[in-house]
T-cell receptor
Framework: GNSVTQMEGPVTLSEEAFLTINCTYT??????LFWYVQYPGEGLQLLLK?????DKGSNKGFEATYRKETTSFHLEKGSVQVSDSAVYFC?????????????FGAGTQVVVTP | DVKVTQSSRYLVKRTGEKVFLECVQD?????MFWYRQDPGLGLRLIYF???????EKGDIPEGYSVSREKKERFSLILESASTNQTSMYLC???????????????FGNGTRLTVT
């Protein structure tokens, strides 16, 4: 079956530091890949997505590249802010699944200190 | 923007009560989903629906049922609440169906349910 593995948190870093959150996946079909962010007290929001190999998704200074050869979709940001403190979820949707179901990673909490 | 609205942010119920969690979306999405979110486990799919009156079990359907009488509304029902159902419940919706669909999920703000 399909699954997503992402690095455990919490990840604590200082403002303006470089952030990387690792995400790897297994899929029987052909997945689309997503990063979602959850701010305290809120639901999940789509951060970025990529639908085919070598695609790069980007939004709000975050980037992730769909690497089929390493089955990875690592999230990066060059200079984090305190407002980036949140829980980040990597997810996949198998394009051969007609119902558009998603598999989520366990989430990585990121704490950015001033 | 898509809006997914969950009727309650916080609920406290007693063991054995029947509990209804309501979710409404305003963008005519075909697919709707119920997840529960627990620390260290991420999101786990309880049930989903791809059309009115249609439903499919997700990964953890035991102890839950759902109802979708109208396209915009998807209800999660706990027939007899138990303490192990204390969790954050998230509703989501997405466009369309069919192969090749890579439509993202749109989430509500969640309902934090405590069963005592």
């Amino acid at each position: 079956g399909n699954s997503v593995t992402q690095m455990e948190g919490p990840v604590t870093l200082s403002e303006e530091a470089f952030l990387t959150i690792n995400c790897t996946y297994t899929a029987t079909g052909y997945p689309s890949l997503f990063w979602y962010v959850q701010y305290p007290g809120e639901g999940l929001q789509l951060l970025l997505k990529a639908t085919k190999a070598d695609d790069k998704g980007s939004n709000k200074g975050f980037e992730a590249t769909y690497r089929k050869e390493t089955t990875s979709f690592h999230l990066e940001k060059g200079s984090v802010q305190v407002s980036d403190s949140a829980v980040y979820f990597c997810a996949l949707s198998d394009q051969t699944d007609s119902w558009g179901k998603f598999q989520f990673g366990a989430g990585t909490q990121v704490v950015v200190t001033p | 923007d898509v809006k997914v609205t969950q009727s309650s942010r916080y609920l406290v119920k007693r063991t054995g009560e029947k509990v209804f969690l309501e979710c409404v979306q305003d963008m005519d999405h075909e697919n709707m989903f119920w997840y529960r979110q627990d620390p260290g486990l991420g999101l786990r799919l309880i049930y989903f629906s791809y059309d009115v009156k249609m439903k499919e079990k997700g990964d953890i359907p035991e102890g839950y049922s759902v109802s979708r009488e109208k396209k915009e509304r998807f209800s999660l029902i706990l027939e007899s609440a138990s303490t192990n159902q204390t969790s954050m419940y998230l509703c989501a919706s997405s466009l369309g169906s069919g192969f090749g669909n890579n439509s993202p999920l749109h989430f509500g703000n969640g309902t934090r349910l405590t069963v005592t």
